[in-house]
């Protein structure tokens, strides 16, 4: 039987309170000294252009919910538990290559079950949408032994290595990160299912949200691994936007897990084996009305960052859930925001679409002081919406930006949906992380949704691999744009792939799961 979760009424109370230590190296001694973590705390303020931001911040009780730690779980981690894997979202896979790699070879593919089956928001067939990154975990042999007293959910090809999704086809997924075949038997999730899973990581817990209603309600799933069942069902009733999906992938800080929903709202849970309970919930809404949030939440210290559907950038002290800055983005963002700390400050790069705009209009790159919310610099990429039937296409940026490495450390790379704009439907666009100069163009063959990522080489030569929505593949040498390789390889890949070693593994509409080996 499931356990049913509904956010109830709720007290307005405000966190507050430290304890704890963490590590810090004294420079002149050279040993791992122990400083009251608190100190590490960004300061519990609010700048002027948060007043753009008109919220409520629903609070269970008075305990105090200050953050326990303020250490990155995913950084450590075995494997990549989370969509762009790490709290900074900056996609630091770890891929590697040998010498300049020139081929793309399938290693193995998996087809999921496709479902025929009709609803008001059109046929989902199988396969992978957006954002869809799986999950890779490597098992140690004790987490093995755990999983191996529920016998009844595993195959003859549960291994060490898995990769998890959620696929379209409203089922997850669990497959042998060697063979491609499955490990463990799919779980019925209800509904279809878009964005990408998250893996907590200091529980056996799996947290999914539904992307699209084929029954409702729309919901936030917590599966408990150990029982591989669905033990958790999360689901709103005071939402201020009337749309209920959960794209976004959640993350765990400092004990508690924060998940952005498309109803508006930012939830903080706490968390235990197979259970989430609400702590808080952040209500907000700017010039009148409240936007949905598709986008993955960034974090640096105790400061969590994301974009919305009506252009908005928030900075939100998740100690308090209060509004920190404010950023207005000039139109739909989607795409999830990434951080990288230069010189000691942490810099946010984030990209919009061309949606409420019209037909006509601009992409808006933008690199921002994550501290304050000041404008570094903006580049504007002209880029069109076009019309598909009764539907229609936004232009722009759906992707998450790559920030460059090794001998592109001041680059970043976004894959842009031109639709026109230019001679190329979709391209590769590469700029200065200093200036916000573009530095070149790949072209595409269709546009891309998928965010691209990175290999390197023994000379720390960075390469990117990406596919677009014809279902191509590329391989480019990131600090020149040379194409390297290029081939169809499937229907169309929408979704954002994982990094194993030089391997990516990535789904595609319609019912592909493909392993790439990187040669």
């Known amino acids: 039987m499931f356990i049913k979760v509904l956010a109830a009424a709720l007290l307005l109370t405000s966190c507050s309170g430290h304890s704890g230590e963490s590590p810090v190296v004294n420079a002149d001694s050279l040993k791992v000294e122990q400083v009251p973590y608190q100190q590490l705390f960004l300061p519990d303020t609010a700048y002027s252009s948060a007043a753009a931001v008109y919220y409520v911040i629903e609070n269970k009780d008075s305990a105090d919910h200050t953050l326990k730690d303020l250490t990155d779980r995913y950084a450590a981690s075995a494997g990549s538990f989370t969509f762009r894997k790490n709290l900074m979202r900056d996609a630091d896979f770890g891929g590697t290559v040998t010498g300049e790699p020139t081929m793309v070879e399938v290693a193995w593919r998996f087809d999921t079950w496709v479902d025929n089956r009709t609803t008001r928001f059109g046929y989902w067939a199988g396969g992978t949408g957006w954002t869809g990154q799986p999950v890779y975990v490597k098992w140690n042999d004790e987490q093995m032994e755990k999983f191996r007293t529920d016998s009844q959910s595993l195959t003859n090809e549960f291994s060490n290595e898995e990769i998890i999704f959620g696929s379209l086809c409203s089922k997850g997924y669990f497959l042998n990160f060697n063979t491609g075949k499955e490990s463990r038997k799919s779980i019925d999730l209800h509904n279809t299912i878009k964005g990408s899973a998250s893996l907590d990581p200091e529980l056996y817990n799996l947290y999914i ?92 210290r105790n400061y969590g960052y994301f974009s919305d559907n009506h252009g908005n950038i928030l900075c939100v002290n998740l100690n308090t859930m209060k509004p ?37 209009g601009l992409c808006y790159i933008v690199k921002i002081n994550a501290l304050n919310g000041s404008l570094i610099w903006e580049q504007k990429v002209p880029c069109k919406r076009i019309g598909l039937g009764s539907k229609s296409l936004d232009g722009g940026a759906y992707s998450t930006p790559l920030l460059g490495r090794g001998d592109c450390a001041d680059m970043i790379f976004i894959n842009m949906c031109r639709n026109g704009a230019s001679k190329n439907s979709g391209e ?92």
């Open 324 to 360: 920190v800055w404010h950023y207005y983005n000039h139109d739909d963002s989607d795409g999830t925001v990434v951080l990288r700390e230069e010189e000691g400050v942490p810099y946010l790069y984030a990209a919009s679409e061309v949606d409420k705009q019209g037909y006509n």
């Open 428 to 519: 590769l666009m590469a700029f200065s992380t200093t200036d916000g100069k573009q530095l070149y163009a790949v072209p595409y063959k269709l546009f891309a949704w998928s965010s691209p990522v990175g290999f390197y080489n023994e000379q720390n030569q960075m390469y990117i691999f990406s596919g677009d929505a014809g279902g191509n593949v590329y391989l480019i040498r990131a600090k020149d744009g040379k194409l390297l390789f290029t081939k169809q390889m499937a229907n169309n890949f929408e979704s954002s792939p994982v990094v194993v070693g030089n391997a990516a593994v990535v789904g595609s509409r319609t019912n592909g799961i493909y392993k790439f080996v990187i040669k």
């Open 209 to 300: 949200g539904h992307g699209v209603p084929r029954a409702m309600p729309m919901s936030s799933l917590a599966i408990d691994l150990l029982q591989h069942k669905i033990t958790t069902i999360f689901s709103d009733n005071k939402a201020w936007r009337d749309w209920a999906a959960s794209d976004s992938s959640p993350v765990v800080v400092g004990g508690y897990l924060f998940w952005p929903g498309e109803n508006g709202t930012l939830y903080k849970f706490s968390r235990s084996q197979g259970a989430l309970e609400l702590v808080s919930a952040l209500r907000y809404k700017v010039r009148g009305s409240a936007p949905g949030i598709e986008s993955s939440m960034a974090v640096y």
